[in-house]
T-cell receptor, first 116, second 110 residues
Framework: DTGVSQNPRHKITKRGQNVTFRCDPI?????LYWYRQTLGQGPEFLTY????????KSRLLSDRFSAERPKGSFSTLEIQRTEQGDSAMYLC??????????????FGNGTRLTVT | RKEVEQDPGPFNVPEGATVAFNCTYS??????FFWYRQDCRKEPKLLMS???SGNEDGRFTAQLNRASQYISLLIRDSKLSDSATYLC???????????FGAGTILRVKS
């Protein structure tokens, strides 16, 4: 399977715990995105990487959230001191070189986080 | 005001019907526009890009009105398999952030 891969698929954690999600993009894609989606809403932008550089981060992303893409390949999203409001589907997407018109986003299956 | 707004629906239509969705965007500098489709509990997938002159892909027609800052999607001869959430997506000029609307739910019934 050469699509975007996310792990784990599901994560249940207690409030206050830290969690880390991993995303493996399509191998030739240099751009990587993290989005969050809650029920009845569209994906909400969290952050964007071009290669290993984090070029954009949503103002909605609190200091408890951090993302890395150390070698420009896979990426991790960590949430510290989780809160119930963090419960959502966390989606990773990647796209290749070129403009958004000729290089669309490819999403992974997502990681569903439940904070109890 | 949200950057991208859509009527959430749901739109309940019979098979064979024609249905249209609209989407408005707030940033006049927006440059690229798309419709994504999301099935229940699945990831979003690109349905089609939206070009200034309008474009068609089989039963699907997308239109852009820059003056009024809205995008539309028309689905003709609806199929049961068209049932999904349709997400309007906008990208700013020179930017890499794609902003999604909340989605419009379509239910096609036999």
């Amino acid at each position: 399977d050469t699509g975007v891969s996310q792990n784990p698929r599901h994560k249940i954690t207690k409030r206050g715990q830290n969690v880390t999600f991993r995303c493996d993009p399509i191998s030739e894609h240099n751009r990587l995105y993290w989005y969050r989606q809650t029920l009845g809403q569209g994906p909400e932008f969290l952050t964007y990487f071009q290669n290993e550089a984090q070029l954009e981060k949503s103002r909605l992303l609190s200091d408890r959230f951090s993302a890395e893409r150390p070698k420009g390949s896979f990426s991790t999203l960590e949430i510290q001191r989780t809160e119930q409001g963090d419960s959502a589907m966390y989606l990773c997407a990647s796209r290749g070189f070129g403009t958004v018109n000729n290089s669309p986003l490819h999403f992974g299956n997502g990681t569903r986080l439940t904070v109890t | 005001r949200k950057e991208v707004e859509q009527d959430p629906g749901p739109f309940n239509v019979p098979e064979g019907a024609t249905v249209a969705f609209n989407c408005t965007y707030s940033n006049s500098a927006s440059q690229s526009f798309f419709w994504y489709r999301q099935d229940c509990r699945k990831e979003p997938k690109l349905l089609m890009s939206v070009y200034s002159s309008g474009n068609e892909d089989g039963r699907f027609t997308a239109q852009l009105n820059r003056a009024s800052q809205y995008i539309s999607l028309l689905i003709r001869d609806s199929k049961l398999s068209d049932s999904a959430t349709y997400l309007c997506v906008v990208n700013e000029v020179g930017g890499n952030k794609l902003v999604f609307g909340a989605g419009t739910i379509l239910r096609v019934k036999s």
